[in-house]
Nanobody, 114 residues
Framework: VQLVESGGGLVQAGGSLRLSCAAS????????MAWYRQALGKQRELVAL???????NYADSVKGRFAISRDDVENTMYLQMNSLKPEDTAVYYC?????????WGQGTQVTVSS
């Protein structure tokens, strides 16, 4: 499975961004999909996850502001990020879980200015 992320950038606090993660290859084997982020000097953390049935989980820090979704026809996952804060600044990575392996995207930078 190959993953291509897009949608990162620079935004002012309070603004919005939408990240996309497009999967190609053996997409029939995809189960859960997730977004992680890693801020400078910090460990990578789970932001949001969506399973094959559409159930979602979010980090407490983004609940009510971020929304994860997936389009299984287009094999694409999204992260709608609203009310962004400077502490949301990080490299965001998508991760795809298949029946046999987990794959990482290349990461996309999100920078929120105050």
């Amino acid at each position: 499975v190959q993953l291509v992320e897009s949608g990162g950038g620079l935004v002012q606090a309070g603004g919005s961004l939408r990240l996309s993660c497009a999967a190609s290859g053996s997409t029939y084997s995809i189960n859960a999909m997730a977004w992680y982020r890693q801020a400078l000097g910090k460990q990578r953390e789970l932001v949001a996850l969506i399973n094959s049935g559409g159930s979602t989980n979010y980090a407490d820090s983004v609940k009510g502001r971020f929304a994860i979704s997936r389009d299984d026809v287009e094999n694409t996952m999204y992260l709608q990020m609203n009310s962004l804060k400077p502490e949301d600044t990080a490299v965001y990575y998508c991760r795809i879980f298949t029946t046999s392996y987990a794959y990482w995207g290349q990461g996309t930078q999100v920078t929120v200015s105050s």
